[in-house]
């Protein structure tokens, strides 16, 4: 037995966790940058906690692309910052660890996306402490950042071993305020890595260990939501669920679903986890197929066994119609209604073939590929 396993530097996670906050991130500098979402954040009381203590702070909204982290890095390193604080959703958390790099490496963040460019960071990152408002992304724990790069129709990497946070802070009473749509989509992303991590062909024992109980724990706090019974204890379970779907994903890897994901939302205007939603269960269904076909004695049919069962359900055919159907309840469409047409599944299918796709559990064929595409429509 061997493998790796990287998380940050340290976890904080708890209601009341966030303040923190100012006091971890004073440990690597005086001088903070901090990356917000949207102003919700602002209800939270949050930005008040570093009120008069050299900050400097930056505004983003939506999903990170190339030309806004190359903006952040330069207001990064203009003010003069040691340390960034990055609070908000994952696209907030990406775009604080992905300027943070940048303040300290030359040239534009393009040049460091997996196949886009060529360049590897040389200067380690400045310190990160990272604060999640919502349950889903995981990216307090992960060490890459998800960038747009418009001109190519993707959304591709910048990935690194020294991306991982120093800090991470996680408390579940900042994700009070999302609405459920935003609570639903990043729910079901968290599910999705953890279904992936665990049936990924880089599983280990260690993510093995997170990936399960966090799928009964999402599984769970989803159907909460739904039914619209969510509460402070599913919260926080959520929460911890995402942040477990994080370290597995950064140790694990992932899958085709993700694979997909990045070339679809690179050409339609989707948010992650919505996306991962609608892909879930045809990427499921998928890979059984051609597992029973190609690999009948395969383990990766017996984990999938096991996710039915984490799931509530005695087989992999049920626990895929249990995700159709709860996609369904959190009111999340299929891909048609945000944009994406039939004669793009050709396009994605052949830009889906980036890391991601490397650890799925068998390898999938183009028509394959574009049959879940299909499904999901």
């Known amino acids: 037995m061997r493998f790796e396993l990287r998380a940050p530097g340290e976890i904080h996670f708890g209601p009341g966790e966030a303040r923190r906050a100012p006091e971890a991130a004073a440990r690597f500098g005086r001088r903070f940058f901090l990356v917000t979402g949207a102003a919700s954040l602002d209800r939270t009381g949050f930005p008040g906690l570093f009120e008069g203590k050299g900050v400097v702070r930056w505004r983003v909204s939506g999903e990170p692309e190339a030309a806004d982290v190359d903006e952040g890095a330069r207001l990064c390193r203009e003010s003069g910052a040691e340390v960034v604080v990055a609070a908000g959703g994952g696209s907030a958390l990406d775009t604080g660890k992905a300027a943070a790099a940048m303040a300290t490496n030359e040239g534009r963040v393009a040049e460091y996306l997996e196949d886009v ?35 190519r ?82 919260r926080a379970s959520m929460a911890l669920a995402s942040l477990w779907g994080g370290i597995a994903l950064a140790n694990a890897g992932l899958g085709a679903v993700h694979g997909l994901v990045a070339p679809l939302g690179g050409r339609c205007r989707i948010a992650h986890g919505n996306a991962c939603a609608c892909l879930l269960a045809g990427t499921l269904a998928a890979n059984l197929g051609a597992l029973r076909e190609r690999a009948p004695g395969s383990p990766a049919i017996g984990r999938y066994a096991e996710v039915a069962r984490a799931l509530g359900e005695e087989t992999p055919e049920a626990a895929i119609a249990r995700l159709e159907a709860l996609r369904r309840a959190l009111g999340v469409p299929g891909l ?42």
């Open 117 to 151: 460019g060529t360049r590897t960071l040389r200067n380690p990152p400045l310190p990160v402490v990272a604060v999640p408002t919502t349950a889903g992304s995981g990216s307090e724990a992960t060490r890459n950042a998800v960038i747009r790069v418009p001109e």
């Open 153 to 234: 129709a993707v959304k591709r990497s910048l990935r690194h071993e020294l991306l991982l946070p120093r800090v991470a802070i996680v408390d579940p009473e900042l994700s009070g305020g999302a609405p459920p749509a935003v609570a639903a989509s990043a729910g079901l992303d968290a599910l999705t890595h953890l279904v992936e991590a665990y049936t990924s062909n880089g599983a280990q024992p260690s993510t093995d260990a997170l990936a399960l109980p966090g799928i009964r724990r999402a599984a769970d706090a989803l159907r909460a939501l739904a039914e619209g019974r969510a509460d402070a204890a599913t």
């Open 336 to 377: 048609s209604d945000f944009g994406f047409t039939r004669d793009q599944v050709a396009a994605v299918v052949r830009d889906a073939r980036g890391s991601s796709m490397r650890f799925n559990p068998v390898v999938l064929t183009d028509a394959e590929l574009s049959g879940i595409l299909e499904r999901s429509l």
